[in-house]
């Protein structure tokens, strides 16, 4: 019996798993290497169009050279929405004109702005091309709106009904249209002018008696966006809100699209993922299929840029030469110093940082939150202080040592939490991304602090 909980137990998490199978990855890329088209597609055949883009972004540009010369022409355009920026222009260079149009005439307007709004002129003719008349009109509308904008995330295809309408009236009606969007979560509901007043979901649509008025069963939730509104703000309003889909309306408030939760989900999820790589230093451009140079290249500014903050600790170090030359157990424990509080600063920050994201830190209640963290500080300092310095004081068999270690301690701990939270506060009321640059200030303030506080304290006491 356990043995069959134990074989259950395997199955699940191999069903939990849905990550790419390695040995499926090594395998398209065998059959790749020797040629056989026929092995690749039918490997690639079953595979979702996320998980495509993924063996994509895994393998070499050589290996992803031979797989799209061989499977390229069943590449559909769920497949180039769903690649990094990074590899998709490499991969539209490589596909055939015929098989390009025929994949992008497959998606939605919003997908297909999204698709070409970061590639070169020439790139962008050649997909515009591939659309129908109507659809490139659509798609070139949208990207006269500012980048990073609602009207760049939204897209064009909307269901609409006249606001006098009763259900039956537009049950009847979209099933007779035959260019319905593939997916819709509302009907919209307008007015003679375009305007949209309100909207309704499809379950209370097919769940209400056809005689009654659409405006009877709108939504408590209705809420517009502006075309011009930054996307970050729209992902917030549907993460804050629950929003399923949203209209998006012009500068005279007329209805010009609709942006669904799909949309602007991915938007908080690029969002999460440049701060995170913006809090280490990193371009937020970066993927695991830039080559050395590029990496190296995207970097080295904020080594660069290290490299002169940590020169600061350096300066406070050389002003306490004699010190430490006078007692070399100094420079064994000034590194545990700087360590705590340059790990206590991380801590600080990316709470802070993640609050601000979410505006769950404002003015409102930023003073109480930098109490907290002070507070905070001052309690992990003095339980640092405690641990350590007991530790150095019986180490090293010197009662001062273990003084100047826990004061050094609670010092930092306070500044790190303080910096932590009041450095991204200051950037963010800058106008500046405060995940851009806190990471080095606070790292940066942290070590000069605990150098200074641990060395000029061992200077007092100890010499």
């Known amino acids: 019996m356990a043995d069959e909980r134990t074989e259950r137990a395997d199955d699940g998490r191999e069903e939990?798993?849905?990550?790419?199978?390695?040995?499926?990855?090594?395998?398209?890329?065998a059959a790749a290497a020797e040629g056989d088209g026929a092995r690749v597609t039918a490997l690639m055949e079953p595979l979702h169009a996320a998980d495509i883009a993924d063996l994509l972004e895994q393998v070499s540009p050589a290996e992803r050279a031979d797989i799209l010369r061989l499977w390229g022409h069943e590449i559909d355009g769920e497949v180039l929405s769903e690649l990094a920026e990074s590899i998709r222009e490499e991969v539209i260079a490589a596909l055939p004109r015929d098989v390009l149009a025929e994949a992008v005439r497959e998606l939605d307007s919003d997908d297909v702005v999204d698709l070409i709004e970061d590639l070169e002129e020439p790139q962008q003719?050649?997909?515009?091309?591939a659309l129908d008349a109507g659809d490139r009109a659509a798609v070139q509308q949208s990207l006269t709106w500012p980048e990073y904008s609602a009207g760049r995330l939204m897209q064009r295809e909307v269901v609409t009904a006249p606001e006098h309408w009763t259900v039956g009236e537009t049950i009847d009606f979209l099933r007779?249209?035959?260019?319905?969007?593939?997916?819709?979560?509302?009907?919209i509901?307008?007015?003679?002018?375009?305007?949209?007043?309100?909207?309704?979901?499809?379950?209370?649509?097919?769940?209400?008696?056809?005689?009654?008025?659409?405006?009877?069963?709108?939504?408590?939730?209705?809420?517009?966006?502006?075309?011009?509104?930054?996307?970050g703000d729209?992902?917030?309003?549907?993460?804050?809100?629950?929003?399923i889909s949203a209209p998006v309306v012009d500068d005279d408030d007329r209805l010009v699209g609709v942006i669904t939760i799909d949309d602007a989900m991915s938007v908080l999820d690029e969002e999460h993922e440049e701060d995170m790589l913006r809090l280490a230093g990193v371009n937020d451009e970066s993927h695991v299929s830039d080559g050395p140079l590029t990496t190296a290249r995207q970097r080295l500014p904020w080594l660069v840029i290290n490299l002169f903050t940590a020169s600061l600790s350096a300066i406070v170090i050389s002003r306490f030469e004699h010190t430490i030359a006078s007692l070399v157990a100094l420079a064994a424990l000034m590194p545990i110093v700087a360590s705590t509080g340059g790990i206590a600063g991380t801590q600080s920050l990316a709470v802070a940082v993640r609050a601000l994201a979410a505006r769950d830190l404002n003015s409102s209640n930023a003073r109480r939150v930098v109490r907290r963290e002070?507070?905070?500080?001052?309690?992990?300092?003095?339980?640092?202080?405690l641990i350590l310095g007991s530790a150095g004081a019986l180490i090293f068999g010197d009662i001062r040592i273990g003084v100047v270690l826990g004061i050094a301690m609670i010092a930092n701990q306070i500044v790190a939490a303080l910096g932590g939270v009041l450095v991204p506060l200051?950037?963010?009321?800058?106008?500046l991304d405060p995940a851009l640059a806190s990471g080095t200030f606070v790292t940066t303030m942290t070590d000069v602090m605990?150098?200074?506080?641990?060395?000029?304290?061992?200077?007092?006491?100890?010499l």
């Not at 990550?19 to 090594?26: E, F, K, R, S, V």
């Not at 729209?234 to 929003?243: E, I, S």
């Not at 200051?426 to 106008?431: A, E, P, Y």
């Open 374 to 385: 002070l507070f905070a500080g001052l309690l992990n300092g003095l339980g640092l202080a």
């Open 426 to 431: 200051t950037l963010d009321k800058l106008g």
């Open 176 to 187: 007779r249209d035959q260019e319905l969007p593939d997916q819709f979560y509302h009907v």
């Open 234 to 243: 729209v992902a917030y309003a549907f993460n804050q809100y629950h929003l």
């Open 450 to 462: 605990g150098f200074f506080a641990f060395l000029g304290l061992a200077t007092v006491i100890l």
């Open 125 to 129: 003719e050649q997909i515009l091309k």
């Open 16 to 29: 939990e798993d849905y990550g790419l199978d390695p040995d499926l990855i090594a395998g398209i890329v």
């Open 189 to 231: 509901l307008v007015d003679p002018g375009h305007h949209p007043i309100g909207y309704v979901t499809l379950g209370k649509l097919l769940s209400s008696p056809r005689t009654a008025q659409l405006t009877a069963i709108t939504e408590d939730s209705f809420r517009t966006i502006s075309a011009r509104q930054e996307e």
